[in-house]
T-cell receptor, first 113, second 114 residues
Framework: DAKTTQPTSMDCAEGRAANLPCNHS???????VYWYRQIHSQGPQYIIH???NNETNEMASLIITEDRKSSTLILPHATLRDTAVYYC??????????????FGQGTILTVHP | DADVTQTPRNRITKTGKRIMLECSQT?????MYWYRQDPGLGLRLIYY???????NKGEISDGYSVSRQAQAKFSLSLESAIPNQTALYFC?????????????FGPGTRLLVL
C-alpha cells in the first residue's frame, strides 16, 4: 500500500472550513484514498473514500488531484465536535489489504471556538 | 441505539486469567473484525470473519481466539491474559456490498492486565 504524509497538527476556527491535506505520491492506479477520524478514545469513524473523482457526502468532501498524488479532505463548517485525529489511508480495496486497516500518525485537528 | 456495541467498556484483570470481550452489531453486516490499538502503534488486526463459518487470523492473533456465534455477534477471548495485552480493543463491521475498507467501529473496550 502507498505511504501517506500528513501534517502532524492543524487548527481551525469553528464555523470555518477545515482543509486537511494528504500526500500519496506513490499511489498506484487501483488504490483508493480513504479518510477516517478518531475522536479521543472513541472508535475510528469512516468519513469518505475515493478513487479518481472528487467525492462528497454528508460529512465531508474529498478532493483528489488529477495526478492522484495528493488529496484534501474538506470539512465545510467545522464544529468543536470535529476535533479529532484524521487519518488518510491509501490502499487497494481487496488483495493483500483485504479488510485490514492500517493507520499512520494522522493529523490532529483542533477546532477552536 | 449504537449500531456496534462492545461489552465491557472497561476491564481490569490479572495475569493468567481468561477473559472474553463481546461485540454485537445491528447493521446486518456479514463481516466483522477485532483490532487492538496501542499508543504509537496504530490499529492492528487480530482476527476477522467474513461470515459465521469463516474465521481468519489477522497480523497478531497469538494469544487470542474468537467465536462467531451468529451474524450479529463476534467475541474475542484472551486465553491467558498477559500484561502486554493491555490495550484498547475495537470491534468493527463492514458491508459485503460495499468496499471492505469502509468499516464501522464500536466504542472500544479498554483492557488493563495486571
Amino acid at each position: 500500500d502507498a505511504k501517506t504524509t500528513q501534517p502532524t497538527s492543524m487548527d481551525c476556527a469553528e464555523g470555518r472550513a477545515a482543509n486537511l491535506p494528504c500526500n500519496h505520491s506513490t499511489i498506484s492506479g487501483n488504490e483508493y484514498v480513504y479518510w477516517y477520524r478518531q475522536i479521543h478514545s472513541q472508535g475510528p469513524q469512516y468519513i469518505i473514500h475515493g478513487l479518481k473523482n472528487n467525492e462528497t457526502n454528508e460529512m465531508a468532501s474529498l478532493i483528489i488531484t488529477e495526478d492522484r498524488k495528493s488529496s484534501t479532505l474538506i470539512l465545510p463548517h467545522a464544529t468543536l465536535r470535529d476535533t479529532a485525529v484524521y487519518y488518510c489511508i491509501v490502499l487497494f480495496a481487496g488483495g493483500t489489504s483485504y479488510g485490514k486497516l492500517t493507520f499512520g500518525q494522522g493529523t490532529i485537528l483542533t477546532v477552536h471556538p | 441505539d449504537a449500531d456496534v456495541t462492545q461489552t465491557p467498556r472497561n476491564r481490569i484483570t490479572k495475569t493468567g486469567k481468561r477473559i472474553m470481550l463481546e461485540c454485537s452489531q445491528t447493521k446486518g453486516h456479514d463481516r466483522m473484525y477485532w483490532y487492538r490499538q496501542d499508543p504509537g502503534l496504530g490499529l492492528r488486526l487480530i482476527y476477522y470473519s467474513f461470515d459465521v463459518k469463516d474465521i481468519n487470523k489477522g497480523e497478531i492473533s497469538d494469544g487470542y481466539s474468537v467465536s462467531r456465534q451468529a451474524q450479529a455477534k463476534f467475541s474475542l477471548s484472551l486465553e491467558s491474559a498477559i500484561p502486554n495485552q493491555t490495550a484498547l480493543y475495537f470491534c468493527a463491521t463492514s458491508d459485503p456490498q460495499g468496499a471492505l475498507e469502509t468499516q464501522y467501529f464500536g466504542p472500544g473496550t479498554r483492557l488493563l492486565v495486571l
